[in-house]
Structure formats: C-alpha cells, structure tokens
C-alpha cells in the first residue's frame, strides 16, 4: 500500500530553519506531484508548496514565498521542505501528499496524504 511519512518537525525558535521531508513508498513515485500542507488548530487545512513531477516547476503559498523551499530527490522517493525564518504563524501540523495529476492547491485533489508532523515555532 502507499505510505508517505513525514520527519523533521518539532519545537523550533522563531527565526530557526527545519527541513521536513517526506519517504513515500507503495507508489510509482515519478509519476505524482507532491504537494506540503499545514493545518493549524481550528483552521483549514492549507496549500504551503507543490512540486511537479520531474521537480521543475515549484509552487507556492505567498506568505511563505522566499522563507521556504520544496524539492524533491527522485532517486530516493523523497520531497523535501526547507523552511526558513520561521514565525510563530506557521506552527501547524505539516502534511505531505501525493497528487496524480499537477501540484494543485485544493487538499481534495491529492491522491494519498501523510500522517503529519508537528511543527510549533516559539517566539
């Protein structure tokens, strides 16, 4: 079955740069486009970043535009998001997935999702 499992969060100081990724397995993995999401508490889950599937086009949410970074290593089946400059706004929990079709926005267009990471930014 396909997996994806996130790694790389935790308690981080305001202004601190984490790099999350995200192993998936179970899947052909070349042919999805991944997408990070963050959900916080009692808000929406949201688009953070996509990626396409040969990691050429990169896409991303503009508060986060020039703070974070999505790529991703096709020979390891892993997407990676560096996260620079952090604010107390972006604690959330950080999800990983899978889209067969383009790095959308929209979470409903995602194939498969990670179980999330926990991310909280102290200021």
């Known amino acids: 079955q396909v997996q994806l499992v996130e790694s790389g969060g935790g308690l981080v100081q305001a202004g601190g740069s984490p790099r999350l990724s995200c192993a998936a397995s179970?899947?052909?993995?070349?042919?999805?486009?991944m997408g990070w999401f963050r959900q916080a508490p009692g808000k929406e889950r949201e688009f953070v970043a996509g990626?396409?599937?040969?990691?050429?086009?990169?896409y991303y949410k503009d508060s986060v535009k020039g703070r974070f970074t999505i790529s991703r290593d096709n020979a390891k089946n892993t997407v990676y998001l560096q996260m620079n400059s952090l604010k107390p706004e972006d604690t959330a929990v950080y999800f990983c997935?899978?889209?067969?079709?383009?790095?959308?926005?929209?979470?409903?267009?995602?194939?498969?999702w990670g179980q999330g990471t926990q991310v909280t930014v102290s200021s």
């Open positions: 990626i396409s599937r040969s990691g050429g086009g990169t």
């Open positions: 997935a899978a889209d067969r079709l383009s790095a959308s926005i929209p979470a409903s267009k995602y194939d498969y």
């Open positions: 179970g899947l052909t993995w070349r042919t999805y486009a």
